[in-house]
């Protein structure tokens, strides 16, 4: 068995492209110039993007964090692991990944994703991946598009759902995608009550468990922590907001700070105590009552 410490190894996984990692993961540019390309930081909470990689030198600087260096430093700091973790995590991706300067055209079509085609959701594979997270057709088709995008030179299909910017969130049962600009996601029917909800799957399975409340209450899909400023300016001008976020130290750090600064917050992440998010109690628990 290869040794995934070896000089020879560190060297292939400094080599795979750090774009491409990020994309992978769920993020992607902000803005791209020649020379960088600019994300909203991976590491931490941010509405301005500060987390540049050097597009000819295949290295990340955190001006945020002060902090920068290789794929490796940064799968070590995304996944708070050794050295040996993150090479064993980046093995895979040692060949499809390798890093190689590209003309600014050629790289932003690489790195990418581009939605090639919206429609109803009608597919096996994604109705079945609904399923598998306990989210009924009807309600993923009513909220949700099929939706077919390129990324680098391959085709994939995804469920999706839009932002309020345009983008679109992406998920199959293999890969967690989401198509620039990347925001929050606003559903707006006139109500006085919103509902703010950390991610795609927890307002599926929210809309599944009680779609009155869904229905008759503004919706903001956060898609990302990160958007928890930027949607602040939105709480005055409800009478009530009530918040699904998950019941990890992220989560609870963003509902304290809400409920510390509003007092027309409230908290609702009891109702799915004991475990991550709406949709884990939703998959183990199936129909569940508040």
């Known amino acids: 068995?290869?040794?995934?410490?070896?000089?020879?190894s560190w060297e292939k996984a400094r080599n795979i492209c750090i774009v491409k990692t990020l994309a992978k993961?769920?993020?992607?540019?902000?803005?791209t110039t020649e020379k960088e390309a600019w994300f909203l930081s991976p590491l931490r909470s941010e509405?301005?993007?500060?987390?540049?990689?050097?597009?000819?030198?295949?290295?990340?600087?955190?001006?945020g964090m002060g902090k920068g260096g290789s794929?490796?430093?940064l799968i070590m700091a995304m996944k708070?692991?050794?050295?040996?973790?993150?090479?064993?995590?980046?093995?895979?991706?040692?060949?499809?990944?390798?890093?190689?300067?590209?003309?600014?055209?050629?790289?932003?079509?690489?790195?990418?994703?581009?939605i090639l085609h919206v429609?109803?959701?009608?597919?096996?594979?994604?109705?079945?991946?609904?399923?598998?997270?306990?989210?009924?057709f009807e309600i993923g088709r009513k909220y949700c598009r099929q939706i077919w995008y390129g990324f680098t030179t391959k085709r994939f299909f995804a469920i999706?759902?839009?932002?309020?910017?345009?983008?679109w969130e992406l998920r199959n049962k293999y890969y967690k995608n989401s198509s620039s600009p990347k925001s929050f996601s606003l559903i707006e029917r006139g109500s006085n009550?919103?509902?703010?909800?950390?991610?795609?799957?927890?307002?599926?399975?929210?809309?599944?468990?009680?779609?009155d409340l869904v229905q008759n209450s503004d919706c903001i899909i956060l898609n990302s922590l990160a958007f928890i400023r930027r949607i602040e300016t939105l709480i005055p001008k409800y009478k009530r907001i009530l918040l699904y976020l998950d019941n990890d130290s992220a989560g609870q750090k963003a509902t304290s700070s809400l409920l510390e600064q509003f007092d027309n917050v409230m908290d609702c992440s009891d109702s799915y105590s004991g475990y991550v998010d709406i949709n884990e109690k939703l998959i183990n628990e199936g129909s569940w009552k508040k």
């Open 71 to 73: 794929i490796i430093d």
């Open 47 to 63: 509405t301005q993007a500060s987390f540049s990689v050097s597009l000819h030198k295949n290295l990340w600087y955190d001006f």
């Open 160 to 167: 999706g759902l839009q932002n309020h910017r345009g983008g």
């Open 119 to 136: 429609e109803a959701i009608y597919l096996q594979g994604l109705i079945e991946y609904l399923n598998s997270r306990n989210i009924p």
């Open 193 to 211: 009550q919103l509902l703010i909800i950390e991610g795609m799957f927890d307002f599926l399975s929210l809309a599944t468990i009680d779609e």
């Open 80 to 114: 708070s692991c050794t050295i040996k973790k993150a090479l064993e995590y980046l093995k895979n991706d040692m060949t499809a990944f390798s890093f190689s300067p590209l003309r600014t055209e050629d790289r932003l079509k690489r790195t990418q994703i581009r």
């Open 1 to 8: 068995m290869e040794n995934w410490e070896t000089s020879k």
């Open 25 to 31: 993961l769920g993020h992607f540019p902000s803005r």
